[in-house]
């Protein structure tokens, strides 16, 4: 089935810096979505970016399809930033449906 | 707030136990997902519901069985569980199946002693 891989597994960073995380897939996908999940366990839906590139505010993602990844870029990050950052990629044949990858883990300092 | 609401929030049960967890989504969408969060591993799809129906079985055990009378609620039945099945179970609804963004509940901590 599609791999998915998320770099770096964990991330810490001062408040205020610029940080990118990374999405890699080994096959071709119709949907890709960027999660964020708070250290509650509330997942909140960032971007649902099968391709180009989406801005909300202080983030933005970029996706290229046809080399099977995605980027999210956070700016200027905040405490709330902090949590893990998922990656969700989904197929409509086959027998891969939604895979997520493992996340990664953002913690800002103050 | 998502729109996507779970009870309960917390639950503990034994082995020969059975429960079930409820989603209910104000949004007004089509399908509605279980997921299945464990530590250490990647969120696992479990059953996919769209207008009602069921599209996708995951391969979950039949310990763990879906309901989903209608296209605002849906509930995992539970019943004669592991303690590996301790986790996080998340639901989540979306306007339809696969080409649209999900929206997840705050999710159901399960601890099976």
């Known amino acids: 089935g599609i791999q998915v891989e998320q770099s770096p597994p964990d991330l810490i960073l001062q408040e205020g810096a610029n940080s990118t995380l990374r999405c890699n897939f080994s096959?071709?996908?119709?949907?890709l979505q960027w999660f964020h999940q708070n250290p509650w366990g509330q997942l909140i839906n960032l971007f649902y970016?099968?391709?180009g590139t989406k801005q909300n505010g202080r983030l933005s993602a970029t996706t290229v399809a046809t080399e099977r990844y995605s980027l999210l870029y956070i700016s200027s990050s905040q405490t709330t930033d902090s949590g893990v950052y998922f990656c969700?990629?989904?197929?409509?044949?086959?027998?891969?449906?939604?895979?997520f990858g493992k996340g990664t883990r953002l913690h800002i300092l103050p | 707030e998502t729109g996507v609401t779970q009870t309960p929030r917390h639950l503990v049960m034994g082995m020969t136990n059975k429960k079930s967890l409820k989603c209910e989504q104000h949004?007004?969408?089509?399908?509605m997902y279980w997921y299945k969060q464990s530590a250490k591993k990647p969120l696992e799809l479990m059953f996919v519901?769209?207008?009602?129906?069921?599209?996708e079985n995951n391969s979950v055990p039949s310990r763990f069985s879906p309901e989903c009378p209608n296209s605002s609620h849906l509930f995992l039945h539970l019943h004669t569980l592991q303690p590996e099945d301790s986790a996080l179970y998340l639901c989540?609804?979306?306007?339809?199946?696969?080409?649209?963004?999900?929206?997840f509940g705050p999710g159901t901590r399960l601890t099976v002693t």
């Open positions: 969700a990629v989904e197929r409509w044949v086959g027998d891969d449906k939604i895979i």
């Open positions: 970016i099968p391709s």
């Open positions: 989540a609804s979306s306007q339809d199946q696969g080409r649209y963004e999900q929206y």
């Open positions: 949004l007004g969408h089509n399908a």
């Open positions: 519901y769209n207008f009602k129906e069921q599209t």
């Open positions: 096959d071709s996908v119709n949907n």
